[in-house]
């Protein structure tokens, strides 16, 4: 059903004339019949997206299960069982159950926090049916309704144009542009882009001003946001570089593993043990090499950063992405609503004289002061107040102050026009009693032709009429300019300058209109503006800007040195997207910008050689912003892309990272993110990849202490089966290591805070193991040390004729014992652990105090000390024992001083 509004919506409906369009999609200015409504919407299918597949709680409780380290454990626990070992197996299957009911818990977690920001509202949309009017639910519209449109209605499909007054459309969803876009009803050329297609109003944008009529040609996935929406879903997530890492790391493992099991039952043959017990000493050798506990401890780190960012305003979608965000190496930001405001600011003021004013302050909030020559101007002249006046008059924003149940200002009316209010509001201009002083008693809407737009007031004065719209337009019609409270004839060595003057503040990426006033005039309907030729004074030029949001420098500037390489991808004009990023660090001297045009002129290779000189990408459409993405991807890069609108929804798909807004956002762009920006702050960006850089940082902490415990108990066992010992620590007492002592730490050893250097650093190659050449090197450090202390003891206490349960129970305490200072090595790569730092981390203490109560249980209670072959000995063992597996703990500090007088 739906593949016939594709087709249809295939056509360039722009380059038709209105009644054309009508005629070809089988209607008429009337609209449909409701009979013929009811059967298009069967026909064409409802007029909605289809809704996103939300998975399973059983798919993600079983998507928990696949992990190479997961299916070694399901290995070794099914040959135990098989040999009769119960205890052993369901241990290790509690294990894997326990990362599964965790990882899946925190995932639903996320899909909630997601739902939570969704929308529920219905939309209503306005249509002719049988030549009446009637409100119908936006999802009911079919292809030939007429649709009726006034200011702050959202446009419900994507239609033609057939008659409009002074229309003007809000598209930065879907095209980036920051300014509303006046419409007119002139067919177009076929190749005519997105965002210049006048006579079009699409699905997802709002009406801003103006009202009229325009005929569906397209609905639900046939329309230009449905057709991105099935981009998005095509895009094809790339893994993560965590995922990447494990899923290496696993191979690794299982192949070490089966490697040492077979080495282990070679060797035990050859000495003539048993094939039985030989099994189970191999499978204690591969269970002692898993770190049991690195899924769960991975599982909660992310966890745990999808709460610290969720306090920081980032609700994560996606567990792994915390540690992606951690690795991103370059950010693709959207600028619209992202790194700017989205609110229209008048920055200067140029009067005809040539004289400059700077206008402090950002978006609609009132709060700033009209500054000359760095110093604020405490009366303002009579020129510049005569001029805010004027911007009032001609003008029909409002602007509401803060009340107890919102405390923002609240704009009503067009973005430019919004920006005069408050900029006479900063002046000291109060627009209710202005507009009270003079009222309004005729005008001329703004018309997109003539750029135009005029007012009639009662001034003390008399009637008078004020023009405001392009400097080109308002000069022509000018016979003076006010300079000084005088009006000086204006000849066209007058104007040329004054042109120059709006082109200079236009090439400063800033939007120029200029304010005249006719003074003694009135406003004849059909003579239009061409009434007040040569007889418009000019109050002087006004500029204004969509400013960056003021903690976006801050946050680029902790990007740069984090080694992150912020670009904007935005569909505004080329110009205006290289001043902005300029101002915000973005655009560097000698960086490159392109717009949509030249980006499609570039081959791949030329892309690929040109890309990493490039800061701004402009007038960009969705596909392009798949290829820009792809492009970094290809050179290695980790991206995160971050936006709002619709049109960033492939991207944001695509990216390792897509970075959603949750105020502004669309819901397609949430929907195709990982991670949602709550508060629409791009620092809370910068703030989440500090976070997880944390995250990432603690997953390395925990591999080093998981893998150098693992690597120190099969070296142990080993060692001790060829020098003709019997194994130093039952399966059992391995188990009991590696999920209770261990345990309690790596969990607690992830909620370590910052260290502070996190954004010094530079990001985690894609290319970079799990286990980097800094951490081997500090294995080859303590695995030693671990061995020595505990095989050594083992050794000794054998030798001495103390009993063989003993000694085992000792070298099993011993080697808790070396974790726990461990513990304390991996807490930083260069910072001593002899210090009370570690009080900063309450939940390690208290995994530490709670691991030693349960060793005392394990050791000296009766009953457990059954399940774990373990016997009591006395407090002089315990002390030894402390001093023993110490050793570990200064070897490490030996190191880490070293590494200081290095670095200093």
């Known amino acids: ?204 944008t709002h009406v801003t001003a103006g009202r009229a009529r325009a005929v569906v040609v397209a609905t639900g996935l046939a329309t230009e946001i449905g057709r991105i929406a099935a981009l998005a879903g095509s895009a094809k997530e790339p893994r993560t570089p965590l995922e990447q890492r494990i899923a290496q790391f696993g191979r690794y493992i299982m ?71 951690g690795s991103t190496t370059v950010i693709c930001s959207d600028k619209t609503g992202t790194l700017t405001r989205n609110e229209m600011t008048v920055t200067a003021i140029v009067l005809p004289g040539g004289r400059e004013l700077t206008v ?29 006046e004027a911007a009032v008059l001609c003008n029909d924003a409002q602007l509401h102050g803060p009340t107890d149940s919102e405390p923002r200002w609240m704009p009503i009316g067009d973005p430019t026009e919004v920006a ?37 007031h009662d001034s003390p004065g008399g009637a008078r009429v004020v023009i405001k719209g392009a400097p080109e337009m308002i000069l022509e019609l000018c016979r003076a300019a006010r300079s000084d409270g005088h009006d000086v004839v204006l000849d066209d060595e007058g104007r040329r300058a004054l042109r120059d003057i709006a082109d200079g503040m236009a090439a400063r990426a800033l939007r120029v209109l200029a304010i005249g006033v006719v003074e003694g005039a009135e406003i004849e309907g059909s003579a239009g503006f061409e009434a007040f030729r040569g007889r ?52 560097r001297e000698g960086d490159g910008v392109v717009d949509g045009r030249e980006l499609e002129a570039m081959s791949e290779a030329e892309l690929a050689e040109r890309i990493a000189g490039i800061s701004v990408f402009a007038r960009v459409h969705p596909a392009q912003k798949l290829r820009i993405v792809d492009a970094y991807q290809q050179r290695g890069e980790v ?45 809370t960006i910068v703030a989440a990849v500090e976070e997880g850089r944390i995250v990432y940082r603690n997953i390395k902490k925990t591999v080093l202490l998981l893998f150098s415990t693992s690597a120190a108990e099969v070296a142990v066992l080993l060692l001790a089966m060829l020098l003709g010992y019997p194994a130093p620590f039952a399966a059992v007492q391995i188990l009991w290591n590696n999920l209770v002592t261990e345990g309690l730490i790596t969990i607690n050893l992830i909620m370590e805070p910052a260290e502070g250097d996190e954004m010094r650093r530079p990001p985690i190659s894609r290319a970079e193991p799990l286990l980097t050449r800094i951490l081997l090197t500090r294995m080859a450090f303590m695995v030693p040390a671990i061995v020595v202390s505990t095989l050594g003891w083992f050794v000794v206490r054998t030798a001495s004729g103390v009993p063989e349960d003993q000694v085992r129970t000792e070298t099993f305490t011993l080697l808790a014992i070396c974790e726990w200072y461990n513990v304390l090595n991996c807490r930083s790569e260069t910072k001593s652990a002899l210090t009370l730092d570690v009080l900063k981390n309450g939940w390690l203490v208290g995994g530490l105090v709670v691991g030693n109560l349960l060793q005392i249980a394990v050791v000296f209670w009766e009953p457990l000390g059954r399940v774990f072959y373990t016997v009591p000995f006395g407090f002089p063992v315990v002390l030894a024992l402390g001093l023993v597996g110490s050793l570990v703990l200064w070897v490490e500090e030996l190191r880490k001083l070293l590494v200081r007088r290095r670095g200093s």
């Open 536 to 587: 418009v004074t000019l109050l002087g030029l006004l500029g204004q800007i969509d400013p960056p949001r003021l903690e976006v420098k801050e946050a680029v500037a902790r990007c740069r040195a984090a080694g992150i390489r912020p670009v904007m991808v935005t569909g505004d004009h080329k110009a205006t997207g290289h001043a902005i990023a300029t101002d915000l660090g973005i655009a």
């Open 639 to 683: 991206v995160a892309m971050t936006g709002d609108g619709v049109n960033d929804a492939p991207a944001l798909v695509k990216a390792d990272v897509g970075v959603a807004m949750g105020i502004t956002g669309t819901e397609v762009a949430k929907e195709s993110s990982k991670i949602v920006i709550a508060d629409d702050n791009f620092a």
């Open 1 to 204: 059903m739906q593949q016939a509004a594709e087709q249809d919506a295939q056509r360039p409906w722009h380059a038709l004339q209105g009644a054309e369009a009508v005629v070809a999609v089988d209607s008429d200015h009337g609209g449909l019949s409701v009979d013929e409504a009811r059967a298009r919407l069967v026909r064409f299918g409802p007029n909605a997206l289809p809704a996103p597949e939300s998975r399973s709680l059983l798919s993600v409780f079983v998507g928990q299960f696949k992990s190479p380290l997961i299916y070694l454990l399901f290995a070794a626990a099914g040959v135990a069982f098989a040999l009769g070992h119960t205890s052993d197996a369901i241990v290790i299957f509690i294990v894997v159950l326990l990362n599964a009911i965790i990882g899946a818990f925190q995932e639903g977690r996320a899909q909630r926090s997601m739902e939570a920001l969704r929308k529920l509202a219905t939309h209503n949309a306005r249509v002719v049916r049988g030549g009446q009017e009637a409100i119908v639910e936006a999802r009911e519209v079919v292809p030939g309704d007429v649709v009726v449109l006034e200011a702050g209605d959202a446009v419900p499909a994507d239609a033609r144009l057939l008659r409009g007054a002074a229309l003007q459309i809000a598209e930065a969803a879907l095209t980036g542009e920051s300014l509303p876009v006046a419409k007119d009803l002139l067919p177009l050329a076929p190749d005519t882009p997105l965002a210049d297609r006048r006579n079009m109003v699409y699905a997802g």
């Open 255 to 325: 192949i070490a593993a089966a490697v040492i099991f077979v080495a282990v039952i070679g060797m035990g043959l050859l000495r003539g043990m048993a094939l039985g017990p030989t099994i189970m000493v191999g499978i204690s050798q591969v269970v002692g090499m898993i770190p049991e506990g690195l899924p769960v401890a991975m599982t909660i780190a992310l966890a745990v950063g999808v709460q610290r960012m969720a306090r920081r305003r980032a609700v994560v979608r996606r567990l792994a992405a915390v540690e992606t965000l």
């Open 420 to 456: 005069l209010v408050t900029l006479g509001i900063k002046g000291g201009v109060v627009p209710a009693v202005l507009r009270e002083r003079e009222p309004r008693r005729a005008e001329i809407p703004f018309d997109s032709g003539a750029k135009l737009m005029a007012t009639q």
């Open 360 to 388: 402090t302050g950002a978006g609609y909030a009132p709060e700033g002061r009209i500054v000359e020559d760095g110093r604020a101007l405490e009366a303002l002249p009579e020129d510049v107040l005569a001029l805010l």
